[in-house]
């Protein structure tokens, strides 16, 4: 499926909402959340394709800290359990 640059624009929007209200850190900094978005927005909403825009969203959730939000969808790669402790 192919998202439309409103969808997208509609998802960062959710993604931005949510991790607003519901992810907690004591290291949160919301003025620093809103900064990362901006930073990422046009390379999210712009994306030339869904794999792209999972690329996109993942970056940008990485750019918070500390490192635990990530996007899964049906092409995310897992890695194993088992091999978790040399990729995680």
């Given amino acids: 499926m192919t ?51 999972e690329g996109a969203i993942q970056k940008m959730l990485l750019d918070l800290a500390p490192r635990g939000l990530g996007l899964l969808s049906e092409h995310t790669p897992i890695t194993p359990r088992d091999q978790c402790e040399l990729f995680c």
Avoid at 9 to 31: G, H, N, R, W
């Fill in 3 to 53: 998202l439309t640059k409103e969808q997208r624009e509609s998802i960062l929007k959710k993604i931005e909402t949510i991790v607003s209200e519901k992810y907690y850190s004591p290291a949160f900094d919301q003025s620093a959340w809103q900064a990362i978005v901006q930073r990422h927005r046009d390379s999210v909403v712009n994306a030339s394709s869904t794999t792209a825009f």
